[in-house]
């Protein structure tokens, strides 16, 4: 779909493969492993919860439930090789869990308020983190250890995102900005967005790392150049105005932009075909 054509004539649609039930409040994102093989799902009734990808049926797709959070699950992460998973927790930490045996390997305490947002970085040695204190940590996978503490904004932090070789962060908040920040300095290389309102719900390096998806609460998505900071393209069409939904680079099947919607609809748009 988009603003000045059709869908694509290349497009394959989906089909819904199966529903996976288990969580008994609601869920609050789902992300597949970077191989594809499994799927994880996280909830307010406080578990993450472990799916395979390929599993024939929903009663055979469960793996297990990593259990240990004393609040609902926001967010989480999976590391590169989809040994571990982090998640981040209204109960103010973050938790590494080992995805094979369901341990938590590691629990990551310093926010002071609930922890809203989490990514590894690509080498999975980093952890970066975005809370209600309107602060980014950056963490060490090993040691569990804090490295820096960056004041970012001044509302909750929506997302965290590495770039493809893990040298830069990108942070959005509900204050209306987007700001580029230096993963081993801490330094804010770039505002993209500051606009006050509205709220920018969720961002995302693209796979290159050459452009950032950021989602705003006035049912809009916006690609941007990182280096000359200009709007590349617009897609609209979506309803977007509370919550913070995940938007992505679709590649397996077409370019497309995805975003989920207040209308209970999954949008996509041609990535490359879609002029401003």
Known sequence: MSESQGPSTHYKPYRLKQTLSGHSEAVSCVKFSKDGRLLGSASLDKTIRIWSASASSPASAFKRELR???????DFAWSS??????????????????VHTGDCVKTLKGHTSMVF?????????????GSFDETLRIWD????????????HTDPITAVHFNRDGSLIVSSSRDGSCKIWDSATGACLKTL??????AVSFVEFSPNGKFILAATLDDTLKLWNYSTGKIMKTYTGHTNRVYCMTSTF??????YIVSGSEDCCVYLWDLQGLKR
């Open 81 to 98: 090789d989809a040994r571990y998973i982090c998640s981040a927790s209204d109960d103010r930490s973050l938790r590494i869990w080992d």
């Open 250 to 255: 679709s590649v397996t099947n077409g370019k």
């Open 141 to 152: 996978v090993k040691t569990g250890k804090c490295q820096k503490i960056i004041s970012a």
């Open 193 to 198: 967005i500051d606009d006050k309102t509205p």
């Open 117 to 129: 947002c989490v990514n590894f970085n690509p080498q999975s040695n980093l952890i970066v983190s």
């Open 68 to 74: 240990g959070h004393s609040e609902g699950v926001s």
